[in-house]
């Protein structure tokens, strides 16, 4: 099956600056990757996804970048506030698979 | 607006007990899913369901089971609880693994 590795498990940043998060995977298969945010206390939640027909996608200060020859995608952060501290979520899957495969998680602390 | 509701947010219950987590969806979605949580072990898939009656393990189905009766309803079962099995426990729905997963609130299962 796939193998989701998820990188760094913890990140502190600056106000301002941005964070940069980074997973691979290991199916060639996989064509979807969604990126999911969990606030403290609070259940996951879709922030953004990329699917295998585009190199990268952006909305507003968060993209995320996909590289299939490499097998790794990554989600930026720009211009970070206190409110995208939480713990973020790499997944991949493909048409042939009925789940999502998630990475252990990233716990981004955003100091101000 | 999807919803996925699990039944409780917090449960005790005691070593040897047999446990029901329910989870409900109201988008008529095919693909649900349990996942369990825990500190720097990220989201671990216990089981899941691409239809009525239909279930496949995840990674970690030992001393779990699942009932899927209902398309809308999910319910994981833990046949003797055991103080290893407190964790936070998340259900989610999907309509297929290329899309859009929502999850359940969780419920913070405690074994004694």
């Known amino acids: 099956g796939e193998n989701v590795e998820q990188h760094p498990s913890t990140l502190s940043v600056q106000e301002g600056d941005s964070a940069v998060i980074k997973c691979t995977y290991s199916d060639s298969a996989s064509n979807y990757f969604p990126w999911y945010k969990q606030e403290l206390g609070k259940r996951p939640q879709l922030i953004i996804d990329i699917r295998s027909n585009v190199g990268e996608k952006k909305d507003q200060r968060i993209a995320v970048t996909l590289n299939k020859t490499a097998k790794h995608f990554s989600l ?15 997944a991949a899957t493909s048409n042939t698979g009925n789940q999502f495969y998630f990475g252990t998680g990233t716990s981004l602390t955003v100091i101000p | ?10 449960l005790v219950k005691r070593t040897g007990e047999k446990v029901f987590l329910e989870c409900v969806q109201d988008m008529d979605h095919e693909n649900m899913f349990w996942y369990r949580q825990d500190p720097g072990l990220g989201l671990r898939l216990i089981y899941f369901s691409y239809d009525v009656k239909m279930k496949e393990k995840g990674d970690i189905p030992e001393g779990y089971s699942v009932s899927r009766e209902k ?7 833990l046949e003797s609880a055991s103080t290893n099995q407190t964790s936070m426990y998340l259900c989610a729905s999907s ?14 299962l405690t074994v004694v």
């Open chain 1, 76 to 90: 930026h952060i720009t211009e970070t506030q206190p409110e995208d501290s939480a713990v973020y979520f790499c």
């Open chain 2, 1 to 10: 607006d999807v919803k996925v509701t699990q039944s409780s947010r917090y």
């Open chain 2, 71 to 77: 398309k809308e309803r999910f319910s994981l079962i």
């Open chain 2, 95 to 108: 309509l297929s693994s290329r899309a859009e997963a929502f999850f359940g609130q969780g419920t913070r």
